[in-house]
């Protein structure tokens, strides 16, 4: 059978787009352990980042997170409108950054990049995609309204849009 005959199957996007699957901020190979991010002070540890005081002889290195943010290149995008959302300004931000803390307290690679008004869109910006989901999910989740999600072609990006 002719290869573009064959059925679709999840993952076939891979052959027409090799290296495509290749987040530009995934580790490429093991991290020397331990490591300390020079600037936020996560350690990477057993595999994982995780908030620990620095071992002595840690090596200093940038963790993903920091890179995102330094090269303003943001793995989620949460767009956030509508009058409700625009009368509740403050509670739903509160809400956002409450949930963003829990989250970057277990997972030192989930951060707020930013947040920012674009025409009446509040936008916040995430170091990962999971965070902007789960913000997505929250903001559904405690005030209803109208979720969507649509996720790049490599799935290394995110934007969500929350409204009501």
């Known amino acids: 059978m002719n290869d573009h005959m064959r059925p679709f199957k999840p993952g076939d996007h891979r052959d027409v787009y090799p290296g495509l699957e290749q987040d530009p901020y995934a580790l490429r190979g093991k991290l020397p352990e331990p490591a300390v991010c020079k600037i936020c ?12 005081k620095a071992p002595k002889g840690a090596e200093k290195v940038l963790c993903t997170a ?12 949460v767009h956030i409108d509508g009058e409700f959302a625009a009368a509740h300004h403050e509670e739903v931000l509160r809400i956002v950054c409450a949930h963003e803390a829990r989250a970057k307290a277990e997972h030192p690679m989930q951060r707020i990049m930013s947040v920012s008004e674009d025409d009446g869109t509040t936008v916040v910006t995430t170091t990962d995609l999971h965070l902007a989901r789960d913000i997505g999910t929250m903001l559904k989740s405690a005030f209803q309204g109208e979720l969507e999600l649509k996720y790049g072609r490599d799935e290394s990006l995110v934007r969500v849009y929350w409204r009501r």
């Open 66 to 77: 920091c890179r995102r943010t330094a090269d303003q290149l943001p793995a989620g995008y």
């Open 41 to 52: 002070g996560a350690v990477h540890q057993g595999g994982r980042w995780q908030w620990a």
